[in-house]
């Protein structure tokens, strides 16, 4: 559905994007997560045909953005970070008046907006003036907007931004229900909210892809995939002599606790899991062993790290 190949954007002297290069395929909710001024947004606007890049290629269903831009603006439908609504009109208006906007007839405008107006619950307030609306319901509306006339890809930026817990989860079920039957790239920089609702995430930072791949994925990026968390009662010294030699670690701490006990939290170096090693290490020494258990890197681990400058960078595999 979308082809990115050495995608690059500059503002004047500023680099927006740096050779940026992606695919989305057919019916994948991807999330573009990064800090404020990582070229989400930037990347979205390329592709809904809005912004031209400098270099590079950009296709969307095989048409190329630059010299097809109408047969892909057929094809998508695109929620900017702030949707320029018509606050003056009605809600239902402004959606058949978007629809006819975007090349649907008199018949199929008005069939289009009662499909979307259900399908984004906005019906109660399909006869409201969209200026008295909530901002939660103008998102929706925008999102209906995007909706209007069955495009294969939706580009989302920021849908999120404002809402309050309540109109988040309701908006972050919208998105899950869309992606059964669209392709959607959708921007961010709330992890939990690219975590919840998407099968893929790229990771930028000042204008570059710097990571890609699922949730689960990017979280076994981290040095091991997780940290082990032990409690066992041994002597300090003999712990540290054993454990030194279970595995080549990146951090092994040792915290006491009561009756002879120590908190052991183990960092491998490689993707391994460390708990099969202390549990038959533990059953050789005869330690008594009261927990064991693996603590995974959250999405918030590798986006700290990721977007770190390069000299903050060691500790990654």
């Excluded at 503002?11 to 999330?31: D, H, M, P």
């Excluded at 892809?209 to 091991?224: N, Y």
């Amino acid at each position: 559905m979308i082809e990115v190949e050495h995608l690059h954007r500059r503002y004047g002297r500023k680099q927006a994007v740096v050779n940026v290069s992606f695919t989305v395929r057919r019916g994948e909710i991807v999330g573009l997560l990064g800090p404020n001024g990582a070229g989400k947004s930037t990347i979205l606007r390329i592709l809904a045909a809005y912004l031209p890049g400098t270099s590079g290629t950009v296709r969307v269903a095989g048409f190329d953005v630059g010299r097809d831009s109408l047969e892909v603006r057929r094809r998508i439908g695109y929620m900017p970070e702030n949707n320029p609504l018509y606050l003056d009109l009605r809600v239902r208006e402004y959606l058949k008046f978007r629809a006819r906007l975007k090349g649907l007839g008199f018949r199929r405008s008005r069939l289009r907006a009662d499909v979307v107006l259900e399908q984004c619950g906005l019906t109660d307030v399909a006869h409201q003036m969209i200026g008295t609306l909530s901002k939660g319901y103008r998102q929706r509306v925008g999102l209906a907007d995007a909706l209007i006339h069955e495009p294969e890809l939706i580009l989302l930026d920021e849908p999120t931004i404002g809402l309050d817990p309540h109109q988040i989860r309701v908006f972050r079920q919208l998105i899950r229900d869309l992606g059964r039957e669209h392709t959607i790239l959708l921007s961010s920089h709330i992890l939990h909210e690219v975590e919840m609702t998407s099968t893929r995430v790229l990771i930028l930072n000042e204008g570059r892809i710097v990571v890609s791949g699922t949730p689960d994925e990017l979280r076994l990026r981290m040095a091991g995939g997780g940290q082990v968390v032990a409690e066992i009662q041994a002597g300090r010294a003999e712990l540290e002599a054993a454990l030194e030699n279970l595995a080549p670690l990146q951090e092994c701490v040792l915290s006491p606790l009561d009756d002879g006990y120590w908190q052991v939290q183990l960092t491998p170096r490689t993707v391994v899991d460390l708990r099969p090693a202390v549990y038959e290490l533990a059953v050789q020494r005869q330690w008594k062993l009261r927990e064991l258990a693996l603590r995974r890197h959250s999405l918030e681990d590798v986006f700290v790290q990721m977007t770190r400058g390069e000299e903050e960078q060691e500790g990654w595999e």
